[in-house]
């Protein structure tokens, strides 16, 4: 696209300029209604208006990279993939592009595809902030810290009012057990995004594991409140409830948690070791279709544990047994789920299973331990981008 058209393009994307009356739709016109389809959340919509633009103008690199970060922003992620590459083939100089691809390939399982496009990304613009705190969630997800603390840095040197890059670095800071700094961050986030959910979410969890527990609460029913659908907090408030020794609502909490982190996602296990030269239109196809239901397991079963006691307490012995069961399913090695599941057999007359399990628990050493090595119980916050536009900026 020439300049003159890319300088139009950011004026119909502010709304500033609107074509006349009668006037037939350009591509700039459709990637104007792309831009107000996106800011509202109705991404296919927009990706529909983005498609329209690039079959008028197919050479234009900013059309595929919004379109892809449209794609990204529904799961999308293959179709996200090709429209990034696209852009790349038509302008190897589009920063933004290696960013969003780099994104692509931390969600396919390609660490060093993607910390190659997050360097390409910066190298291309030094001062473009996302890419140093992308770069910086993958180098800490593999333990690069101090690495990962100079990216953090560098991203919020370039961009302080950014609260996802004080996010991040609170979710570092909880991973190397730096609970004061970690709140300090998050404590930031919110004060530059004050519905940050996520960001409320995790202070409740850092206040939940220094034990305290009132703060915790107050964090996880302010990120409820403004996310009723962010599955990890019920679970948290459900054990924080537990705590404070209010059953009910440990039960109402824990079973919201547990009913709600079923959900469904693209398998992408296929694709895991596949690099960019071999995909195909084939395995395209195939991942869009192929889905599996990811259940909540990244807690080692606690939330069963916890809500199997309330149960038990309640004398519902069959649903104390289920959630048992799948507290054991997920941690195996845990002795007081163990101790727990036969006294529950005890109480359904059911001696001989009682005994194979308080047996089971002896030799454990009847220890409360979960295995939470599946996943972090924080997540980094990976974003890409799209040109020119504001609205891009992830809440």
Request: proline content about 4%.
């Amino acid at each position: 696209m020439k300049a003159g058209c890319k300088i139009l393009l950011v004026l119909f994307l502010s709304g500033l300029f609107l074509p006349g009356a009668g006037q037939c739709m350009t591509a700039l016109d459709y990637a104007q209604k792309a831009s107000k389809y996106a800011k509202a959340g109705e991404y296919t919509s927009a990706i529909k208006a983005f498609s329209k633009a690039i079959e008028l103008d197919p050479k234009d690199d900013i059309f595929y990279n919004n379109r892809g970060f449209a794609y990204w922003y529904q799961g999308r992620y293959l179709k996200a993939f090709w429209d990034y590459n696209k852009a790349i083939k038509l302008n190897p100089k589009n920063q933004i592009a290696y960013n969003g691809r780099g994104v692509v390939y931390v969600k396919m399982g390609e660490s060093d595809l993607a910390l190659n496009d997050f360097d390409k990304s910066i190298a291309l613009y030094s001062d473009y902030s996302t890419p140093y705190y992308n770069r910086a969630n993958l180098i800490a997800a593999l333990g690069r810290y101090p690495e990962a603390f100079q990216d953090y840095d560098k991203s919020i040197e370039l961009n302080a009012k950014d609260p996802i890059g004080f996010y991040n670095r609170g979710v570092a800071f909880w991973m190397m057990d730096r609970k004061d700094e970690a709140l300090e961050a998050f404590d930031t986030a919110v004060e530059l995004n004050p519905v940050f959910a996520l960001a409320y979410a995790n202070r409740g969890l850092v206040y939940y594991r220094m034990g305290k527990y009132d703060p915790a609460m107050q964090n996880f029913n302010k990120a409820l409140e403004i996310d009723p659908d962010l599955k990890g907090a019920y679970i948290r408030r459900g054990l924080a409830h537990s705590q404070l020794s209010d059953c009910e609502k440990s039960v109402i909490d824990l079973q919201k948690g547990i009913r709600v982190e079923y959900i469904y996602q693209p398998d992408l296990a296929g694709y895991k070791t596949v690099t960019t030269e071999k995909i195909s239109k084939k395995v395209v196809q195939k991942v869009k279709y192929e889905y599996k239901v990811i259940e909540p397991k990244c807690d080692g079963g606690a939330a069963y544990y916890m809500r199997g006691i309330q149960y038990f307490n309640k004398g519902r012995y069959s649903m104390a047994l289920m959630d048992f069961n799948n507290s054991i399913r997920l941690s195996p090695g845990n002795g007081k789920a163990f101790h727990q599941r036969g006294l529950v057999y005890q109480k359904l007359r059911n001696n001989a299973q009682a005994e194979i399990d308080f047996n089971r628990a002896m030799q454990l050493g009847n220890t409360l331990l979960f295995d939470t090595s599946c996943c972090s119980p924080m997540k980094y916050h990976l974003k890409p981008c799209a040109n020119g536009e504001g609205f891009y900026s992830t809440p």
